[in-house]
C-alpha cells in the first residue's frame, strides 16, 4: 500500500495546563556556524568549471538615449575572447519579461540587455566573454556604441507629465495608480478640532550593500536543454517564473544551485536580466560561463530601494492630540523598469496605520518610471516609507499644536488591551505593548535629560537633535495582497513549502523552500522539529541552501520564519507514527525508543 504525507486535520498542540519545555525560543548554538567560522562555506564564486569564461557587461554611461549601433568586432579580436552578445541578438532569441502590472504599465518591455534605447546610466548594452574577468572587463571597453542622447525625467513628480516617456510602448511613464479608501475621512474631518496639513514630504532612493556582489555561474545541457545555475539568486523560484517565458523554455529548464549567500537585503530578487544574458551565452558558446558583478556595478546599476513623495498630507486632530486619520497622495519612484514593481504600491497596506489608532485612512497611489535605476525590494520594502511617513505626520501634528510628541505617540498607539487589533484595512495585529516599549528605550537614552544636554550644545554652537521612531513590521508577506492590484496575477498570499522525512537508519532530514543568507534556517527549523518528534535539534539535518530538484518555492527569506516553521510542523504527524515502526525494523534502533501519536 502507498501511503501520501497529507496535511493533518488539526495541527498539533499542548494540552491545556501542560508544560512542556522545548527548544523553540532557547539560545542554541547555530547550526550553520562552524562550517562558516572555519572558511568551509561554498559561495557560488567558489563553483569553478574546466574552460569557463566569465562575463563582463558593457554599460551606458547616459541615463536616456537611443542606441544606433554596437560594434563588437575590435573585442573579438582580442586574444581570450570567447564570444558576446548584444541586444539585438537577445531581441531575436527571447521574448520581454512579463509585467506584473495592468495597462499602461503591463506593456513596458522589458530585456535581459537595452534593446533600442538606454533608460538609465548603467543599463547592459552588451556582454562579452573572455578567458579571464581582467580580460573580458579590458575587452568590454573595447566595444564600441553609437549613442544619441534624448531628454531625461529624473523626478517622480515631473515623470506624471509624461513630457519624456521611457517606454513607447506603454504610452506613459505610469506604471500602477489607484486609490485606497478605508474608513470614513469625511467624517473624520467633520469631526475635527484641528486640521494639520503638510504640503511635500520626500523619501529619498537608498541602496543596501551586501558584503557578496551577486553573480552565477551557468552551464547548459544541450542534451536535455537545461541550463544549471548556480548563484546568490534570493528568490530563485520567482526568478524563474520571470526567466522560462522569456527564454522560450518550461520551468523545469532552469535549475537554481545555491548553498551559502554573503547578504541580500533585496538587492538579489531582480537578477533576472543578468541571469538570463548568462544563459543566453553559455547556450550560444557551449561552455560554462561565470559572472561576479563589480562593486560599482552593484551601487550604480544594481536595484535601489523605492523613492516616494508625499503631497498634500490632511491630518485631522481632536483637541487633546487623538488624530482621528490622514489622507496622503504617494508618488512612488520605482527607476527605469518596474520589475518586482507594482507590487510596492500595496505591500505597503501590511502596516497601514502603523503603531497608531487611526481608523480613517485615505492614500492616493501613484507608481511612474523615471531615468534612474530600477527599484527591488530593499529592506523593510515598501512598508518603511509608509512607516516613515506615520513618523512624521505625528511630529509635525505634534509640533504644529505645541503638544509632546511623546504623549501624543502614547495617546495615539494601538493600547496593549486591544491586542488582538484589526486595522482599517482588515490586517491583525496579534499582540504588543508600544507605550511600555517607548518608556524602555525612553529610559535607556536618559530622555529626561535631552533638553539639558540640548542646551548645552546651542550654548557652544552645536546643535543636538532628538528624534523619535516608533515602528512595527509584518512577520511575513502576503503576496496575495498583488491579486489587488492585478486580479490576473497567480500569487497565493503566504505559500512555502517544506517536507521532513526520516531516513532508514533514522536520520531526520528536512528540506526547505527558502534560501538563506544568514538568518540561521537550519538552526530555527530544526528546533520547531526536534520539538514536535522528541528529539535534538542535533537529530535533525537540514539541508543546506537551495537546489531546484528538491526544493520548493523558494520565498523571501528574511520574512519566512513564520511560514517556513508552519510548514514544515504540519509536514511531521504522519512521520511521528512512521518513526516508529521504522525503528522496529531497522538494525540500528535506539533501545527504548517509543511511539508517539499524532493529534486526534
Known amino acids: ?13 499542548v494540552e491545556e495546563g501542560e508544560t512542556r519545555p522545548g527548544f523553540i525560543g532557547q539560545n542554541i548554538p547555530r547550526k550553520e556556524d562552524k562550517r562558516l567560522v572555519q572558511g568551509e562555506g561554498v559561495f557560488f564564486d567558489d563553483i569553478k568549471r574546466h574552460e569557463m569564461g566569465f562575463v563582463h557587461f558593457v554599460r551606458s554611461p547616459y541615463a536616456h538615449a537611443r542606441i544606433k549601433a554596437v560594434d563588437v568586432a575590435k573585442a573579438l579580436e582580442l586574444d581570450g575572447v570567447y564570444g558576446t552578445l548584444t541586444g539585438d541578438e537577445v531581441a ?29 546610466v548603467g543599463d547592459p548594452v552588451a ?71 503638510i504640503e511635500r514630504l520626500h523619501f529619498d532612493r537608498f541602496s543596501s550593500t551586501p558584503l557578496e556582489c551577486s553573480g552565477c555561474l551557468v552551464e547548459y545541457n544541450r542534451g536535455t536543454g537545461q541550463w544549471t545555475i548556480y548563484g546568490n539568486h534570493q528568490m530563485p523560484g520567482v526568478g524563474a517564473i520571470w526567466m522560462a517565458p522569456a527564454l522560450r523554455v ?12 554573503g547578504g541580500g537585503f533585496g538587492n538579489k530578487i531582480t537578477l533576472h536580466p543578468q541571469f538570463t544574458a548568462c544563459c543566453l551565452l553559455a547556450r550560444k558558446l557551449n561552455r560554462p560561463v561565470q559572472w561576479t558583478e563589480w562593486r560599482t556595478d552593484q ?59 487611526w481608523r480613517n485612512v485615505r492614500v492616493d497611489f501613484t507608481q511612474v518610471c523615471t531615468n534612474k535605476s530600477p527599484v527591488a525590494p530593499n529592506r523593510g520594502y515598501s512598508r518603511m516609507q509608509h512607516l516613515w511617513l506615520t513618523e512624521r505626520i505625528v511630529d509635525i501634528v505634534a509640533s504644529e499644536l505645541g503638544l509632546d510628541p511623546v504623549e501624543v505617540r502614547k495617546k495615539n498607539y494601538v493600547k496593549h488591551e486591544e491586542f488582538p487589533y484589526e486595522t482599517p484595512n482588515g490586517c491583525i495585529y496579534d499582540s504588543g505593548d508600544y507605550a511600555r516599549c517607548l518608556d524602555i528605550a525612553l529610559d535607556l537614552i536618559g530622555y529626561d535629560s535631552l533638553e539639558e544636554r540640548r542646551r548645552d550644545a546651542e550654548s557652544r554652537g552645536k546643535l543636538f537633535g532628538i528624534g523619535i521612531g516608533s515602528t512595527l513590521d509584518s512577520g511575513t508577506n502576503n503576496f496575495g495582497q498583488s491579486m489587488i492590484l492585478n486580479p490576473d496575477l497567480q500569487f497565493s498570499g503566504n505559500n512555502e513549502g517544506a517536507t521532513v522525512k526520516l531516513d532508514i537508519f533514522g536520520e531526520v532530514v528536512v528540506t526547505l523552500g527558502t534560501v538563506p543568507q544568514g538568518q540561521g534556517h537550519a538552526t530555527t527549523t530544526s528546533q520547531v522539529v526536534a520539538d514536535i518528534l522528541g528529539c535534538t535539534p542535533d537529530d535533525v539535518n537540514v539541508r543546506a541552501g537551495h537546489d531546484t530538484y528538491w526544493n520548493s518555492t523558494a520565498r523571501r527569506p528574511t520574512t519566512s520564519s513564520s511560514p517556513r516553521g508552519r510548514r514544515a510542523s504540519r509536514a511531521i504527524p504522519r512521520l511521528r507514527f512512521r518513526s516508529w515502526r521504522s525503528a522496529r525494523s531497522s538494525t540500528r534502533t535506539t533501545p527504548g525508543y517509543r511511539k508517539t501519536s499524532t493529534s486526534r
Not at 500500500?1 to 498542540?13: A, G
Not at 573572455?130 to 523626478?155: F, G, K, M, Q
Open 299 to 357: 551601487h550604480t546599476a544594481n536595484t535601489h530601494g523605492n523613492e516616494r513623495t508625499f503631497l498634500d498630507v490632511t491630518v485631522p486632530v481632536k483637541a487633546d492630540g487623538t488624530m482621528l486619520g490622514f489622507s496622503v497622495k504617494a508618488i512612488d519612484d520605482c527607476g527605469a523598469f518596474p520589475r518586482y514593481e507594482p507590487l510596492g504600491c500595496i505591500i505597503w497596506a501590511q502596516v497601514t496605520p502603523g503603531c497608531y489608532r
Open 1 to 13: 500500500m502507498t501511503e501520501t504525507t497529507v496535511t493533518p486535520e488539526r495541527p498539533l498542540v
Open 250 to 261: 518550461g520551468i523545469d529548464k532552469l535549475r537554481f544551485v545555491s548553498q551559502d549567500i
Open 92 to 120: 531575436i532569441l527571447t521574448d520581454p519579461f512579463f509585467e506584473l502590472s495592468t495597462p499602461p504599465g503591463a506593456h513596458i518591455k522589458d530585456y535581459a540587455l537595452a534593446v533600442g534605447k538606454v533608460r538609465h
Open 127 to 197: 556582454a562579452v566573454v573572455a578567458r579571464t574577468r581582467d580580460l573580458a572587463r579590458d575587452a568590454a571597453e573595447l566595444v564600441e556604441v553609437e549613442y544619441e542622447p534624448l531628454p531625461l525625467v529624473l523626478d517622480g513628480e515631473q515623470a506624471l507629465a509624461d513630457e519624456v516617456v521611457l517606454h513607447d510602448d506603454a504610452g506613459s511613464n505610469t506604471v500602477w495608480s489607484g486609490t485606497f479608501d478605508w474608513g470614513d475621512f469625511e467624517g473624520a474631518m467633520a469631526e475635527a478640532d484641528h486640521v494639520v496639513k
